[in-house]
């Protein structure tokens, strides 16, 4: 159980253009999911939150016009990058948390890697 | 300072050795402390979690916390070459959001 799906699993864009990414839970509702993104041996940075049917919360420095998220609902997140530039290239990992209780265990999703050309 | 800290490594351990890892954190609220393995170019993936004081093993696992010194450890018994990757610890405070380690990466030789 607790799988986490993404879709797709590397995307090349010219720049400019805009790039959506899927994030599933597949077998459990998850009421909150993280988008992380990670640069070349580097740790994950978390980007934002969301929450099932309400607004994403972005990190500081993350520009929420620019990551679109939308979580419509316990089951499916998305990421818009809008207008994506050459520096959005990075590994985008989405994770999904499988209760509300403690420990609040978090399963990853197999990660996107974008390529903005 | 750092939410969560680790040495980066590398660690190198013999096939069959026990790897320790180590992780420190800062915020003495924290209630539940994650371990991720991570290949290269592959998402974490969840090994075991802990929130009480003390050891907690699962198979070649074993993670303890220590919540006093707040310092949080994995070690992996009969290490294999396939347990080399890099090793995040990740701690949470209350319901929010996991604080990641920089990772240590482990390679056990053949």
């Known amino acids: 159980g607790a799988v986490v799906s993404q879709h797709p699993s590397w995307v090349i864009c010219k720049s400019g253009t805009s790039v959506k990414i899927e994030c599933r839970s597949l077998?459990?509702?998850?009421?909150?999911m993280f988008w992380y993104r990670q640069f070349p041996k580097q740790s994950l940075m978390l980007m934002a939150t969301s929450n099932e049917g309400s607004k994403a919360t972005y990190e500081q420095g993350v520009e929420k016009d620019k990551f679109l998220i939308n979580h419509a609902s316990l089951t499916l997140s998305t990421l818009t990058v809008t207008s994506a530039h050459p520096e959005d290239s990075s590994f985008y990992i989405c994770?999904?948390?499988?209760?509300?209780?403690?420990?609040?265990?978090?399963?990853f999703g197999p990660g996107t890697r974008l390529t903005v050309t | 300072q750092k939410e969560v800290e680790q040495n980066s490594g590398p660690l190198s351990v013999p096939e069959g050795a026990i790897a320790s890892l180590n992780c420190t954190y800062s915020?003495?609220?924290?209630?539940?402390f994650f371990w991720y393995r991570q290949y290269s170019g592959k998402s974490p993936e969840l090994i075991m979690f802990i929130y009480s004081n003390g050891d907690k093993e699962d198979g070649r696992f074993t993670a303890q916390l220590n919540k006093a010194s707040q310092y949080v450890s994995l070690l992996i018994r009969d290490s294999q070459p396939s347990d080399s990757a890099t090793y995040l610890c990740?701690?949470?405070?209350?319901?929010?959001?996991?604080?990641f380690g920089t990772g240590t990466r482990l390679t056990v030789i053949p």
């Open positions: 990740a701690v949470r405070t209350g319901a929010n959001n996991l604080f």
């Open positions: 994770s999904a948390r499988r209760a509300a209780l403690v420990p609040y265990e978090q399963y």
């Open positions: 915020d003495r609220g924290s209630q539940s």
């Open positions: 077998d459990f509702q998850a009421t909150t």
